[in-house]
């Protein structure tokens, strides 16, 4: 059996100071790296507080108004007063129907048309870059100006689009002047100028699909259809998932196109949504509490739709 070795006094002093600088070069080094990344860490606080200010505080802000009543500067708890207010309302479900419908218009329209015209460039082979320009150039434009001019389209005594039916002998529309047909006018407006951000995300994600499937699919004498479905809508199935709800998001807090084109109510209250009834409530009414509890159905509904979201994404993965 092998002798084992016992280190004197001297041998584990030595064996002390050599293992010292090197905790110090640890802690050293630490300070470093924290040195080193402060500019990121301010960077992210800066970030924090712009979402804490901008976004999580109105948020709780919200939920907090909406228990509360405020009359000639003095506030009160109300609890559920403000709910129950604005749940019997009898434009209530009017608007959330309107909300719905102008979300399914939307979703058939602006959900659709972009990815098929994002399939389109893709394919072309000249001029790509010009036409990419040409879709994205309504996003440019504000929102405003974008509502008024087609406000100025839709008249239908001298709008562009009544021209344009007269010219082919077809019936002309009154737009947004009927109650058939006022919704579905925004919901082309709206399409208009947000196609463009749309277009250019699924072209990107089209992009990034494999030449060798589309070969393979060739190969198997697939036609344009299948392989849209086969080999397009399964590669970009995340894209098309998170613009879904994003699109949901974004249709059912619809308020300045609504407002501006159609005046809010619209014909027969034909375009009156569930942001615009905010609105009135807040700064018709002078009823922030309202306000604030309309809000609260609209965030718990959105809440519902990421939820379902996640939920679903979760699944399939």
């Known amino acids: 059996m092998a002798a084992t070795t016992v280190p004197d006094k001297t041998t584990r002093r030595h064996a002390g100071r050599a293992a010292g600088p090197r905790t110090q070069g640890g802690r050293g080094g630490l300070s470093r790296k924290v040195s080193q990344n402060l500019q990121a860490y301010g960077f992210l606080i800066g970030a924090i507080l712009c979402f804490g200010f901008f976004s999580w505080y109105p948020m709780v802000r919200e939920f907090i108004m909406s228990f509360q009543q405020t009359r000639r500067g003095v506030t009160s708890w109300v609890g559920f007063k403000n709910i129950k207010t604005v749940y019997h309302d009898p434009y209530f479900w009017t608007a959330w129907k309107n909300t719905g419908m102008f979300t399914l218009y939307a979703l058939l329209i602006g959900f659709v048309v972009p990815f098929f015209v994002a399939i389109l460039l893709n394919e072309l082979r000249h001029a790509r870059a010009y036409l990419r320009i040409l879709v994205y150039l309504p996003v440019m434009l504000p929102p405003v100006a974008g509502a008024l001019l087609f406000k100025y389209f839709y008249n239908p005594e001298y709008g562009l689009f009544n021209r344009i039916l007269k010219i082919f002998h077809l019936p002309t529309s009154q737009w947004l002047d009927s109650s058939h047909t006022a919704l579905i006018s925004v919901v082309i407006a ?128």
């Open 190 to 317: 709206a399409t208009w100028m947000s196609m463009g951000s749309a277009t250019l995300i699924y072209l990107a994600a089209l992009q990034n699909i494999p030449g060798e499937l589309y070969e393979a699919a060739d190969l198997d004498g697939a036609g344009l259809w299948s392989k849209i479905w086969h080999v397009t809508v399964p590669q970009t199935r995340l894209v098309l998932s998170l613009m879904l709800l994003l699109q949901i998001v974004a249709t059912m807090q619809e308020f300045t196109n609504v407002f501006l084109m159609a005046g809010g109510n619209g014909p027969e209250n034909s375009t009156m949504t569930v942001v615009y009834m905010v609105y009135q409530y807040g700064y018709r009414y002078n009823n922030f509490g309202g306000a604030a509890a309309l809000g609260l159905f609209l965030l718990l509904v959105l809440a519902g739709f990421s939820g379902l979201y996640a939920r679903l994404n979760r699944n399939s993965d």
